[in-house]
Structure formats: C-alpha cells, structure tokens
T-cell receptor, first 114, second 113 residues
Framework: GNSVTQMEGPVTLSEEAFLTINCTYT??????LFWYVQYPGEGLQLLLK?????DKGSNKGFEATYRKETTSFHLEKGSVQVSDSAVYFC?????????????FGKGTKLSVIP | KAGVTQTPRYLIKTRGQQVTLSCSPI?????VSWYQQTPGQGLQFLFE???????NKGNFPGRFSGRQFSNSRSEMNVSTLELGDSALYLC????????????FGPGTRLTVL
C-alpha cells in the first residue's frame, strides 16, 4: 500500500536559518504529493502541492520538488521566521482506483526561535 | 467563502457511550473525508463520502460509521466508545477528484474517560 516517511523531529532552528524537511514515499504509479501545515489548535492547511514528476510546488517561501527517481518531496525554505513554527505533514494521494484519500507522514514539529 | 465547519469543537464522553460529530463542507464541495489524529498513530483515514455514497473506507472497526446528506453535510458516529478513541477528528471537503486539495476543518477534540 501507499506510505509516506518523513523526518520526525522536533526541529529547532534560529530565525533566518535554512529549513529542510525530508519526505519520501512509496506508491504505485504517479501519486499527487502535498505538504500540509498545522498550527496549534487548528486543522490542516495546504502549504503546497505537486501533481506530476519534476513539478515544483511553492508557497509563502516554501518549495518542494516532486522527484520520481528518488520518490521524494522534500520541503525547503531559505529563511524561516518565528511564525513558521508549526507541525508539517507530507502526504500523498494515490493514482489507483479508490485512492481519493490522503496518506500522511507522521509530521515534523518545527520550532523557530528569535 | 466559508470554510469547513465542525461541531462540536470539544467533547467529553465516558467509555461505552456513543458520539456523533458533524461536518459542513465548503459550498459546492461534494466530497467529505474524515481522519483521526492521535499522537501515536498520526493522521489516519476513516472514510470518504461523495454524493451521499461511501466511496472509500479505512481500516477502522465497525463502531466507526458515517453518512452524508443531500446537502453534502456529513456526520460520523462512534459507538461503544473506548479510551483509545480519544483523538482529534478532522473533516476535509473537496470537489472529489484526485488532484485538487482537501480543505480541512478545525477538528473535534474527543476525550473518552
């Protein structure tokens, strides 16, 4: 079945540091890939997505590239802010029949200190 | 445009009771999915409804059930509650295809004592 593996953290960075959160997946075919963010006490918000190989999703300074050859979708940001402190989830939606649901990684908690 | 709303936001129940959670999707969305979030298991898919039909179901016991109404609002029910059912239950709505995003509600925090 489909699965997502991401670094679990927690990750603590100083403001303006570079962020990478690794995400790899297992799926048949070409799934759609997503990064969601969850702020304390809230639901999940879509951060970015990519639907085919070599697509780059980007939003709010965050980027991730769909790498079919390494089955990866790593999240990066060049300069993090305190307001980026949250839990980040990598997810996929499979291409197979009935695969409308999202399969999530365990989440990575990011804390950014001033 | 109003987002996904879930009611109630918090619930406290005791073992053996049953509970019903409600989700109102974004206007125009025909698909509603439910997820359970716990510290140990993370986010797990419960089921998805599209146009009042259950289209997909995760690996949860039959105590977990749901339904969708003609206006796309959805409810999920958990019978004979167990301590392990304590979790954040998230509802997500979408147009129902595989490409476009799912929009999540704030969740219902269920505590079973």
């Amino acid at each position: 079945g489909n699965s997502v593996t991401q670094m679990e953290g927690p990750v603590t960075l100083s403001e303006e540091a570079f962020l990478t959160i690794n995400c790899t997946y297992t799926a048949t075919g070409y799934p759609s890939l997503f990064w969601y963010v969850q702020y304390p006490g809230e639901g999940l918000q879509l951060l970015l997505k990519a639907t085919k190989a070599d697509d780059k999703g980007s939003n709010k300074g965050f980027e991730a590239t769909y790498r079919k050859e390494t089955t990866s979708f790593h999240l990066e940001k060049g300069s993090v802010q305190v307001s980026d402190s949250a839990v980040y989830f990598c997810a996929l939606r499979g291409p197979g029949a009935g695969s409308y649901q999202l399969t999530f990684g365990k989440g990575t908690k990011l804390s950014v200190i001033p | 445009k109003a987002g996904v709303t879930q009611t109630p936001r918090y619930l406290i129940k005791t073992r053996g009771q049953q509970v019903t959670l409600s989700c109102s999707p974004i206007s125009g969305h025909r698909s509603v999915s439910w997820y359970q979030q716990t510290p140990g298991q993370g986010l797990q898919f419960l089921f998805e409804y599209f146009s009042e039909t259950q289209r997909n179901k995760g690996n949860f016991p039959g105590r977990f059930s749901g339904r969708q109404f003609s206006n796309s609002r959805s409810e999920m029910n958990v019978s004979t509650l167990e301590l392990g059912d304590s979790a954040l239950y998230l509802c997500a709505s979408s147009f129902g295809d595989r490409v476009n995003e799912q929009f999540f509600g704030p969740g219902t925090r269920l505590t079973v004592l």
